[in-house]
């Protein structure tokens, strides 16, 4: 007869133990939802990069109209990379990075971090679908109106109590979204989405990757 290892009996006990804390915590969260990362914030009007011509354009600037690649800077950076609005700037100019002389187009970031960070989804204001991007540790770019102007802010989280957070590359600030835009179900015009590659990599603290940091815990243990 064969008697079952018990090392195996221990690394399935742990693996429910684990299962079991995250489900319970997963619990709490339905209770007093949580789910933002910490994201430094940056300002399309910094100096040292807000006089650059954004793209060809004969008027406007980094600091003037530099909103969305100073998004998405703040973005990338979450994912690891070693960036700012100057040096994405320069790479989308030299690279056919903008329509227009100085529209993004978004999937120019694909190729602007060799495939680690793709653009995924260009989408209506589904707030549903925010949350879930932030909960599995993904930062969404929003399109918002700043008085009359087009603008972009970096939506970093959301809790039940205090709805959706953001960086402002115009302001340079981080805050709720509803204390400058207002609702978000009226305020966002429209979202932008990306995917990294090896989601691992990212260094945020969605509720979807407690799971998965449990079971990786386990595993390394083996």
């Not at 006089?51 to 530099?66: D, H, Q, R």
């Not at 589904?126 to 599995?136: G, H, R, S, V």
């Amino acid at each position: 007869m064969r008697f079952p290892s018990p090392t195996l009996n221990l690394r399935a006990a742990a693996l429910v133990a684990a299962i079991a804390v995250v489900s319970a915590l997963g619990n709490q969260v339905g209770v007093a939802a949580d789910s933002s990362m910490s994201i430094a914030v940056m300002g399309q009007q910094d100096a040292t990069w807000a006089g650059a011509p954004l793209g060809t354009s004969a008027s406007e600037s980094v600091g003037s109209a530099g909103c969305a690649i100073t998004a998405v800077t703040m973005m990338l950076r979450y994912y690891g990379m070693n960036t700012d609005p100057g040096a994405f700037n320069a790479w989308l100019t030299a690279n056919g990075g903008y329509a227009y002389d100085d529209q993004l187009i978004w999937a120019a970031v694909t190729s602007y971090t060799g495939g680690r960070v793709a653009f995924s989804g260009w989408l209506g204001p589904d707030i549903n679908l925010i949350k879930a991007e932030l909960d599995a540790g993904r930062p969404v770019v929003a399109e918002v109106q700043l008085g009359s102007n087009q603008h972009f802010v970096l939506i970093t989280g959301w809790t039940t109590e205090e709805g959706l957070f953001m960086n402002d590359p115009w302001f340079a600030d981080g805050g709720r979204f509803d204390s400058r835009y207002g609702d978000p179900n009226t305020g966002i015009v429209s979202i932008r989405t990306f995917m990294p590659v090896d989601p691992g990599a990212a260094t945020g603290h969605g509720r979807l990757s407690w799971l998965a940091n449990a079971v990786a815990a386990v595993h390394l243990s083996q």
